[in-house]
């Protein structure tokens, strides 16, 4: 089956600066990359997500980029801002239309200091 | 606009009770719907997942059932808890292909 493995478990950036967060999958086959962030206590949030047959997305701050060949994704996130402190989650599947059985990372604790 | 619930929001119960956590989605119609398991905050387990009413499927071999009644309904259940059952219960749905969208999550504490 799928493995993700996501790094690191832990960023701290200064407000201001630029958050990176890496995450590599196992299966060639998965064509379908969410990240989630998930604030304490709550259920996680879908911020952004690519598709295989695309190479980069970005929507305002938050941006992703894939490289199928390598086998490994990442979200870029600029002007990092207090609100930005969360546990972002990186996911892979493969989708034919039905079920789409997702393998998350472990994780990223984000703090952004002010 | 779709929306999901989960209730209750925190649980507390027993080992040995027996557990019926609930979720719904409201605004769509067939979709598919999942329960995860999210232990210290972490780590999303994928437990079951449902492409229609009566139509489960198990990913991990445990002590939880689930079962879709209707539509819109996805229920988690367990005859008897277990200590390591404790967790945050997150159920999600997504339309046939489309993106994965989480409920608020509940979370369940086994004394």
């Known amino acids: 089956g799928e493995n993700v493995e996501q790094h690191p478990s832990t960023l701290s950036v200064q407000e201001g600066d630029s958050a990176v967060i890496k995450c590599t999958y196992s299966?060639?086959?998965?064509?379908?990359f969410p990240w989630y962030k998930q604030e304490l206590g709550k259920g996680p949030q879908l911020i952004i997500d690519?598709?295989?047959?695309?190479g980069e997305k970005k929507d305002q701050r938050i941006a992703v980029t894939l490289n199928k060949t390598a086998k490994h994704f990442s979200l870029h996130i600029t002007e990092t801002q207090p609100e930005d402190s969360a546990v972002y989650f990186c996911a892979a599947s493969f989708s034919s239309g039905s079920a789409r059985q997702l393998t998350f990372g472990s994780g990223t604790q984000l703090t952004v200091l002010p | 606009s779709q929306t999901i619930h989960q209730w209750p929001a925190t649980l507390v119960q027993p080992v040995g009770s027996p557990l019926s956590l609930e979720c719904t989605v409201e605004?769509?119609?067939?979709?598919?719907l999942y329960w995860y398991r999210q232990a210290a905050g972490r780590g999303l387990q994928l437990l079951f997942y449902s492409v229609g009413i009566g139509q489960i499927s198990s990913e991990v071999p445990q002590n939880l059932s689930a079962s879709r009644p209707q539509d819109r309904q996805f229920i988690l259940s367990s005859k008897k808890l277990l200590l390591s059952d404790s967790g945050f219960y997150l159920c999600?749905?997504?339309?046939?292909?489309?993106?994965?969208?989480f409920g608020p999550g509940t979370r369940l504490t086994v004394t």
């Open positions: 605004g769509t119609s067939n979709p598919n």
């Open positions: 299966d060639s086959a998965s064509n379908y």
């Open positions: 690519i598709r295989s047959n695309v």
């Open positions: 999600a749905w997504n339309p046939p292909g489309g993106e994965q969208y």
